[in-house]
């Protein structure tokens, strides 16, 4: 049963409204969601789901009525409220008409990264919430343990990179953490710390790679910052056929992490 609220002021409504930007939901470690697919997943991930908001046309739908039951078997709170609030708390124009507000922990590294695992992908400064996205999907596909964000990256909880990630959020070991915390966990951990770089003779399909594996992608624009080149065990760069500078960080590290993860297995 949806608790309806109409009131654009209603201090649910603003606080929601609230966590569309980045520094209110570190405040209160919190982020958004939004469609019907998504909370699904959410829901079968064991997702900590605080509350869902939908709107009056959401309740159209039989398969979207299965949703709102599973919420409430899971005993998630449910607000209904006009259409005309609802696109207040989205960032998309074409809503599927049902948000969810999710509870999120930080993650300590040394916690989070221990020798057991195998392949950590490392990201430093990445900018774009497309990529940011993208590269946790494929992280995921690809059999990544644990995905470090460095300090500078954008905010892993940007409606936009939750969009990209089509659910992976919520399998993925995501620590955020300073470039030293990550260095001195890594050697400690004994990982080969594997760089992409354009300025090194080593193509990425002929190197030997260790079993346990950090693989580095860098800014867009920029690459990967000079102290963690000088930091890395291995530089390796994919070749490049036609006139394109560079590729995509995106596939660029779904490249490596398939390479890297057929040495690993």
């Not at 009056?56 to 009525?65: A, C, P, Y």
């Not at 607000?79 to 948000?99: A, P």
Request: with cysteine; charged share 25%; hydrophobic share 40%.
């Amino acid at each position: 049963m949806s608790i309806m609220i109409t009131s654009k002021d209603n201090e649910k409504i603003k606080y929601t409204k609230s966590l569309l930007k980045s520094k209110n939901r570190m405040k209160e470690s919190k982020f958004i969601i939004e469609g019907y697919r998504i909370l699904t997943l959410a829901l079968e991930c064991n997702a900590d789901i605080d509350y869902v908001f939908i709107n009056e046309d959401f309740e159209m739908k039989n398969e979207h009525l299965k949703l709102l039951r599973m919420l409430e078997n899971n005993e998630v709170k449910v607000y209904k409220t006009t259409n005309k609030n609802f696109k207040e708390l989205v960032d998309t124009e074409n809503t599927q008409g049902i948000i969810g507000v999710i509870n999120f922990k930080e993650k300590n590294i040394e916690q989070s990264i221990d020798s057991s695992q195998k392949f950590v992908l490392v990201l430093d400064r990445i900018q774009d919430p497309g990529n940011m996205g993208t590269i946790i999907r494929t992280a995921d596909a690809a059999g990544v343990d644990a995905i470090i964000v460095l300090k500078g990256c954008v905010d892993i909880y940007n409606p936009k990179v939750i969009r990209s990630t089509m659910g992976s959020i919520f399998d993925m070991n995501i620590i955020q953490c300073t470039q030293e915390e990550a260095i001195e966990n890594l050697k400690a951990n004994s990982f080969s710390i594997v760089s992409s770089y354009l300025d090194t003779d080593n193509f990425y399909n002929t190197v030997d790679y260790n079993n346990k594996v950090a693989l580095v992608i860098g800014n867009e624009a920029n690459g990967i910052n000079d102290e963690l080149i000088s930091k890395s065990d291995i530089l390796v760069k994919i070749p490049i056929y036609g006139k394109a500078e560079s590729l995509n960080a995106a596939i660029s590290s779904a490249i490596l992490m398939y390479e890297i993860k057929k040495h690993i297995i």
